[in-house]
């Protein structure tokens, strides 16, 4: 049986190019040299860390860290190369962070190995220098966020506006961009945060993760909202308005999209966006093949339903 390498030389001798032979061949093995990549994700999980109650409601039995953590477990013994982020609103929502202000949320996570996560508004609720205190005790994995400027805050030096990753030969660039906060979140709670504008931050930093990075792949995490009536900042209008942007992992609208959206941006080029509701009852799943010639494509997408059950 040939290997593979012997397998491409005879169809570059077999096509007519016994002079450009080794060149022919490199070629032929780029071409084939394939790379895959899994993307995992969650948002507006608001301290779901027990699954819904079996009280006959509608998410009965959904949601729980325990059943995510398995999920992500095994897929991670599946795939080589998985990201795993959060699109905010970590906290707010359960007695767990009424009492623990979000530490146990931030240590399950951590638990979890998220490599990522944005801001959300209610991640805000218990006060700047208590989300400072859980990031800093707590997580192994930063907040990102490029649009918001934390200068004299109790956040200061606590977020970044992106990171980059690296899965086998790919740079994947990841940045964060968030909702205005002034009458959504109460001014003792937001401070002296100074709100930037999403589309041109977002913009701005991707170029930079495209052109000064030459990452493979540039993700936003955003925390902006899925789409509204009015003209407000959304993701399918950070989408629209954006260059380099591949995709729009989001959160805040709490909305159920049954499989990613395309969105045509600047350059007429698609820009995919994800959401998979709240409470952590979903796990989002997109699978991206790159290579060299064809460039990167979703291959396949998932959302998996987060129960006891999805794990026997």
């Known amino acids: 049986m040939l290997n593979r390498k012997e397998f491409l030389k005879q169809v570059t001798f077999t096509t007519g190019a016994v002079i450009a032979g080794p060149s022919m061949l490199r070629a032929a093995e780029e071409y084939l040299d394939v790379q895959q990549l899994t993307i995992l994700h969650t948002n507006d999980t608001h301290s779901r860390l027990d699954p819904f109650p079996m009280d006959g409601g509608r ?56 490599d990522a996560c944005t801001i959300g508004n209610h991640d805000f609720d218990a006060g700047m220098e208590n989300l400072a205190t859980q990031l800093d005790r707590h997580a192994n994995f930063p907040m990102l966020v490029c649009n918001y400027d934390f200068t004299g805050t109790p956040m200061e030096y606590k977020t970044q506006p992106y990171r980059i990753f690296k899965k086998g030969k790919l740079k994947i660039g990841v940045f964060g961009a968030s909702i205005e906060g002034r009458g959504l979140i109460p001014d003792n709670l937001f ?28 993700i936003c995490l955003s925390h902006l909202g899925y789409k509204y009536s009015d003209d407000k900042v959304s993701d399918e209008i950070l989408a629209k308005e954006s260059e380099y942007i591949d995709l729009i992992i989001g959160g805040h609208t709490h909305t159920f999209l049954n499989a990613p959206v395309k969105v045509k941006n600047k350059k007429g080029n698609d820009v995919i966006i994800n959401q998979v509701g709240w409470a952590g009852i979903i796990l989002g799943r997109m699978d991206f093949e790159f290579t060299k010639f064809s460039g990167k494509k979703l291959i396949k997408s998932d959302n998996i339903s987060v129960s006891k059950k999805t794990n026997e």
């Open 191 to 218: 401070g002296g945060t100074k709100y930037l504008d999403p589309v041109q931050h977002s913009n701005e930093t991707a170029y930079k993760l495209k052109r000064n990075e030459s990452c493979d792949m540039i």
């Open 59 to 114: 998410n009965q039995g959904l949601g729980g860290i325990t059943a995510r953590s398995s999920i992500i477990k095994r897929i991670r013994q599946e795939e080589e190369h998985v990201l795993l982020f959060d699109a905010g609103d970590i906290f707010q929502g359960t007695p767990y962070f009424n009492i623990y202000k979000g530490e146990p949320e931030i240590k399950a996570m951590t638990a979890m190995q998220y």
